[in-house]
């Protein structure tokens, strides 16, 4: 059984910082991209980052640039999203996701915004102001 299952979220201050998991099971990690990816009720989900299998390549949307950094673990099927300096405008549920990584074809950019094949059940992250 396929299964990504994100922790780490949790309520904190504006310009605190959070370290978010997501550790997979059930496919070959090695194989897949992870990204994560957040949504406000009533707003489309927006994606954040992802990082290839071989953590080569990496991808961040504009507005986290330089303050999340996204990194893997491939001993233990675990990616982390480190979130810095959090605004009360990063306040979403995040969740993980995989993709079968085809960065030998396209961007990694172009995956990232692609349909994700398998999705986390999420981890809910507050910012107060």
Known sequence: EVQLVESGGGLVQ???SLRLSCAAS???FSDYIIGWFRQVP?????GLSCISSGANRVYY???????????????????????????PEDTAVYYCAALWDSTWLTTIDTLCTSAMQYW??????????
């Open 26 to 28: 059930g496919f070959s």
């Open 42 to 46: 009533g707003k489309e989900r927006e």
């Open 61 to 87: 949307t504009d507005s986290v640039k330089g303050r999340f950094t996204i990194s893997s673990d491939n001993a233990n099927n675990t990616v982390y999203l480190q979130m810095n300096n959090l605004k």
């Open 120 to 129: 986390g059940k999420g981890t809910l992250v507050t910012v107060s102001s």
């Open 14 to 16: 504006a310009g605190g």
